[in-house]
């Protein structure tokens, strides 16, 4: 999803150009960023359709695409966020509504 709203900022001129533009566009057999559009809204939800650019996503980055790269890089700070969270609730065994110091979790304060 945030691909597809980077490549309608950059059309618009909000954000910076993409090679995600030509790689998307291509990949849907789409003419043009507004097309994307009627491609996600035309049809039934499903992660699966918007799961599968993610690779084009990962393409882009490898080749040097700024904006490709920030999305992995977002992507996988909350990765690493969601991981962190579940660890802490591993380590802590209290209620998830409760803060969680290192002292009050038995864990060693740095």
């Known amino acids: 999803m945030e691909a597809l709203h980077a490549i309608v900022r950059a059309a618009d001129g909000r954000g910076p150009a993409t090679e995600l533009t030509r790689r998307m566009l291509a990949h849907l057999r789409l003419s043009a960023p507004e097309d994307l559009v009627a491609w996600t809204y035309g049809q039934a939800f499903h992660w699966q359709r918007f799961a599968a650019l993610a690779p084009l996503v990962s393409e882009a980055a490898g080749e040097g695409d700024a904006v490709a790269l920030a999305i992995l890089g977002r992507a996988a700070q909350h990765l ?14 209290v209620s998830p509504l409760t803060w969680c110091s290192p002292a009050r979790c038995g864990m060693p304060a740095n």
């Open 80 to 93: 690493a966020d969601s991981a962190l969270a579940v660890a802490i609730g591993w380590t802590c065994r």
